[in-house]
Structures are given as C-alpha cells and as structure tokens.
C-alpha cells in the first residue's frame, strides 16, 4: 500500500499561473485534507472533506480551491498563484469516526511562487 | 477558537539523557484528543503519541511519555534515553468536535553526540 501520496514533490510558479496538486489515498478514508506549512506558524488548514463529493473551508481558505470527485483522490488548486502562497502543502486523511483517529499524513509539495 | 501553544521554539539534550516538550491548549471542549507528530527533515508527519481527555491515565509509546494535565490543559511529551534520530521538528495537535486538527508551531529538537 501506498498510503498517502502527493503530486508533484516540488514546483515554481510565476505570479499569475495556476497550477493543481494531486492527494492520492488507498486506505478507504473518508475525511482528506489540505494544510500548509510556513516557517514558525504549523501547519494550518486550508479545505478538507468528509466524504466524495463534499468540501469545506478550513483555517486559510483564500486563494484556493479543491474537489473530491473520487473517494481517493484530493485535488487543491490555486488559480492564480501569489508569492505569499509559496510554502510546503501537504495532504492527510483520517479514517474512523470524525474524533480520536490520527491523520495520515503525505510526504507534501514544496512551492515556490516568484 | 481552540488555540495549541508551544512555549519552546527550540530545545536541546545530550544523547541518552531526557527532554521534556512543552504544549498548552485552550479549549471549552470535554471530550477531544492530543496528538504528537515529529517531523524530521525528510519532511513527512510521523504520529508519535495519542492522548483521549477522558482518560487520566497518561499514555505511552516505548521511549515516549505525555504528562496530561486536563485542569491545568497541558499536554507535555517526554522523550527517555535519547536518540540522534529523534530530532526533529514536534508539534502538538488537538482535535474535538470538528473534523480538523489544530497544531503548535512547533518546537525543534536538537540531539547532542
């Protein structure tokens, strides 16, 4: 089993562009999420879902947006990428109840907006 | 808000010695859970310990113990016998009611030969 992959690993972007980062899951969970890391701030939440077809807002939103077409597969997006979105994304997803079961974690995606 | 605070933005220990990390959250939540997540530079999210508030019993994965303090809203994680491979960046997560985790901004550990 894979577990939780991520694509691509590394990326640059132009100001402007847009671009989309693939979260792939073979462990049948139902909940995925998106979250980035910044130097000296965590990891915080942007989207995540709760099942196919479903989507809400977490944490820092703006800027972003996802689908849960297939049960296993995440999809993030950035329309038109800014420089403050540069930062290393990663996805998770949860499986269980929604309370008590850690997150499993991908190996993230660094960006780099110039 | 729930809100995760760790006090240590970086910490330090001799090999084989014992380190203790740092985390306060502020929650008006009973039920919820505590998380430790060590990321070491290839990057990836490893789980270190887990902690159910209903539970006093403080819980404890081989090297790794938590002191819980539910009162107090503390949650920290002691590191026995120290290795060079545990360090690493750790957060402190929380998780209730909603589906999402709330971290730490992290607290780097470094591991002295």
């Known amino acids: 089993n894979a577990g939780v992959t991520q694509t691509p690993k590394f990326r640059v972007l132009k100001t402007g562009q847009s671009m989309t980062l693939l979260c792939a899951q073979d462990?049948?969970?139902?909940?995925m999420y998106w979250y980035r890391q910044d130097p000296g701030m965590g990891l915080r939440l942007i989207h995540y879902s709760v099942g196919e077809g479903t989507t809400a807002k977490g944490e820092v939103p703006d800027g972003y947006n996802v689908s849960r077409l297939k049960k296993q597969n995440f999809l993030l997006g950035l329309e038109s990428a800014a420089p403050s979105q540069t930062s290393v994304y990663f996805c998770a997803t949860k499986g269980g109840t929604p309370l008590g079961y850690e997150q499993y974690f991908g190996p993230g995606t660094r960006l780099t907006v110039t | 808000a729930q809100t995760v605070t760790q006090s240590q933005p970086e910490m330090s220990v001799q090999e084989a010695e014992t380190v203790t990390l740092s985390c306060t959250y502020d929650t008006s939540e009973s039920d919820y859970y505590l998380f430790w997540y060590k990321q070491p530079p290839s990057r990836q999210m490893i789980l270190v310990i887990r902690q159910e508030a209903y539970k006093q019993q403080n819980a404890t994965e081989n090297r790794f113990s938590v002191n819980f303090q539910k009162a107090a809203k503390s949650f920290s994680l002691k590191i026995s016998d120290s290795q060079l491979g545990d360090a690493a960046m750790y957060f402190c997560a929380y998780g209730a009611g909603s589906y999402q985790l709330t971290f730490g901004k992290g607290t780097k550990l470094s591991v002295i030969p």
């Open positions: 462990m049948n969970h139902e909940y």
